[in-house]
């Protein structure tokens, strides 16, 4: 079993910033990528940004210039950095990680969710 515990959501005023983390633990034996999702009110899930193993990322083009995804391996944790942030931005914040547990197999995992509400 493989767990991913999100953390860092909260409100912030537009122009704001904050950063989420999740953790992933459990039957790990490697992790390909790990990368966020959020869902607005009323709309469907996006990707918001990935990053490999090898360190490659790619991000929506709404959130370039303003969010950093980055990763620590050595701890199997994936970082969002979000700056000057929208009112468009509030959703909540999904990680997901594709891995491939001890089992051998390949998995995707995903967390529980966090919300971000940017508000005045």
């Known amino acids: 079993q493989v767990h991913l515990v999100e953390s860092g959501g909260g409100l912030v005023q537009p122009g704001g910033s904050l950063r989420l983390s999740c953790a992933a633990s459990?039957?790990?034996?490697?992790?390909?990528?790990m990368g966020w999702y959020r869902q607005p009110p009323g709309k469907q899930r996006e990707l918001v940004a990935a990053?490999?193993?090898?360190?490659?990322?790619n991000y929506a083009d709404s959130v370039k210039g303003r969010f950093t995804i980055s990763r620590d391996n050595a701890k199997n944790t994936v970082y969002l950095q979000m700056n000057s942030l929208k009112l468009e931005d509030t959703a909540v914040y999904y990680c997901?990680?594709?891995?491939?547990?001890?089992?051998?197999?390949?998995?995707?995992?995903w967390g529980q969710g966090t919300q971000v509400t940017v508000s005045s």
């Open positions: 997901v990680a594709d891995l491939t547990s001890t089992d051998g197999y390949e998995y995707n995992y």
């Open positions: 459990g039957s790990i034996f490697s992790i390909n990528a």
């Open positions: 990053v490999t193993s090898g360190g490659s990322t």
